[in-house]
Structure formats: C-alpha cells, structure tokens
C-alpha cells in the first residue's frame, strides 16, 4: 500500500478535462513538502511531468497543471489526447520515512 | 543533457546479491545526489535510496541492512547493491538525479533495467 493515495484509473473522452488526485498525510503533503508528477508510457521510463506542485519542465504542454489543497494535491489535463494515455504518479517527501514516496499511480484512458 | 543508463546482470536466483550500476554523462557527478527507483511488475513506483557525490546515503527503511548505494566519480557512476535477493525484489530498476531544481523531483531518468530473481 503505497503513502500517497490516488484513484487507480480515470478516463475521458479526447478534448475532456480529467483531473488525477494525491491524498497525502501530515509527514509529506500537509507538512508542506513539494509534490512532483510523472507520466509513464508503456515501455518506457517515467518522465517527470510537473515539479513543486505547480511548475512543468520545458517541454511539457500547458494542458497539464497542478494544484494543491490542504493534505492532497491534483494533476489536471485539458483538452485530453490519446498521446495522454499512460500511468501518472504522485512523489513527495515523506519526513517519517525520511526519503521519497510515491502514489500508487492512475492510469488515464483516452475513451 | 544528461543521460543515465543503468547495467548488471538480469537474472538472479534466491538468496544472491543485486549489484547494479548507473553511468552519468553530459553532467558533473560532483553535484547533487543519485538515486535508485524501482517498479516492480503490475505495480507502483518505489524509492530505494539515494547518494550525494560526498557519500552521504538516505535509504528506504523497508530495505535497510540490505542497500547499499555508492558512488565512484573517477569513473562517472554511482552503484546499487542489494542482498540476499528474494522473488520480490524483481523490478524494472531506474536510476534518476534528484533534485537539479532545488525540489525533490527526479530528472532525469534512465530507461531502467530489468532485474528477475528465479530459481
């Protein structure tokens, strides 16, 4: 069972907004420590998608934004493409553990 | 640009030790810390540990007193070991860079390297 906590699937038609979410607890996310999404594609390595909640690498599109709420934070994408369709983790800091810990992941399906 | 790319052996049987390692080029070694993920099959992402160039070392408490990672940077490349290997230490094994930005985040990746423990 992983720390971060996310839905295992959404889905959405091509053009929808989905929208991923990550419930943390009081050692990572509530405690203020950054969260980070990355996208993996089959067969290939994870590719990081957003850092610092809300920041995306140079060369991510902009349909992909973050957010954060109190203990929880969410992964949003406009305007789905099948090009979208892969697995998405949450990662954060875990002060208890002191290293890394990841959600589960959430597969997103193009319908 | 930076690129990772991990190597070993791909087949282990019970009870024999992991070693894996991670080449770095197109950047300084001598900066930020290393690190060790891996997925095992039909599941998550999970964080192994991970090394500053000083030697200093962070592991997952579920693996201490079996992980050790180094680093070596004469020749560029930081090295995971793992012992007394069981069928549930099979896993695609990746090594990233953490935190080039100033956050925890892991980038760049290698392509990861696939580890099966069998008798």
């Known amino acids: 069972q992983s720390v971060l906590t996310q839905p295992p699937s959404v889905s959405g038609a091509p053009g929808q907004r989905v929208t991923i979410s990550c419930t943390g607890t009081s050692s990572n996310i509530g405690s203020g420590y950054d969260v980070q999404w990355y996208q993996v594609l089959p067969g290939t390595a994870p590719k990081l998608l957003m850092y610092g909640y809300t920041n995306r690498p140079s060369g991510v599109p902009d349909r992909f934004s973050g957010s954060k709420s109190g203990t929880s934070a969410s992964l949003a994408i406009t305007g789905l493409q099948a090009e979208d369709e892969a697995d998405y983790y949450c990662q954060s800091y875990d002060s208890g553990l002191s290293g890394s810990v990841f959600g589960g992941g959430t597969k997103v399906t193009v319908l | 640009q930076v690129h990772l790319q991990e190597s070993g052996p791909g087949l282990l049987k019970p009870s024999e030790t992991l070693s894996l390692n991670c080449i770095v080029s197109?950047?300084?070694?001598?900066?930020?810390?290393w690190s060790w993920i891996r997925q095992s099959p039909g599941k998550g992402l999970e964080w192994i540990g991970h090394i500053h160039y000083s030697g200093t070392t962070n592991y997952n408490p579920s693996l201490t007193g079996r992980v050790t990672i180094s680093v070596d940077t004469s020749r560029k490349q930081f090295s995971l070991t793992l012992t007394s290997v069981t069928a549930a230490d099979t896993a695609l094994y990746f090594c990233a860079k953490l935190g080039s930005r100033g956050f925890d985040e892991f980038d760049p990746w290698g392509p990861g390297t696939l580890v099966t423990v069998s008798s």
């Open positions: 197109g950047a300084s070694i001598t900066s930020d810390y």
